[in-house]
């Protein structure tokens, strides 16, 4: 059985704590939640949330670029987001971003996420016939 491997994304700043931006393990690619900061080390947790989606969305996005997948390549997506009302926005930034990409999909309302940002993505992509 292989070994999960970390992906390292290209000029994006570390992780914070203990874990790594996304694992490959076999051909599956898991992409630990992303909040909204930038790879420049600045954040958006006091910008507007649809500002703070696009760059969690960029950073998921940014680790399936360095598995060497895309959109296309993804299967499941969760977004935590902070109030309820938010999620009209969030979907119509999502289904803009995603284009033709539709994987399964959670989005879980939450009272309040780290550092005060608004929403969080995790996602799980598949690298078969990559």
């Given at each position: 059985m292989s070994k999960p491997e970390p992906i390292i994304v290209p000029g994006a700043v570390a992780p914070a704590g203990h874990y790594s931006a996304g694992v490959r393990h076999g051909d599956m690619v898991?992409?630990?939640?992303q909040l909204g900061g930038r790879a420049d080390g600045t954040h958006t947790f006091?910008?507007?949330f649809e500002v703070q989606v696009r760059a969690a969305l960029d950073n998921v996005f940014g680790v399936l670029a360095a598995a060497g997948l895309g959109p296309e390549n993804?299967?499941?997506v969760?977004?935590?987001i902070v109030g309820i009302d938010n999620w009209p926005p969030f979907n119509a930034i999502y289904a803009e971003v995603m284009g033709d990409a539709r994987p399964a999909r959670a989005v879980v309302p939450v009272p309040e996420l780290h550092y005060g940002y608004l929403i969080e993505i995790e996602a799980i992509a598949a690298a078969t016939g990559n």
């Open positions: 898991y992409v630990s939640g006091d910008e507007p993804l299967v499941k969760t977004a935590y």
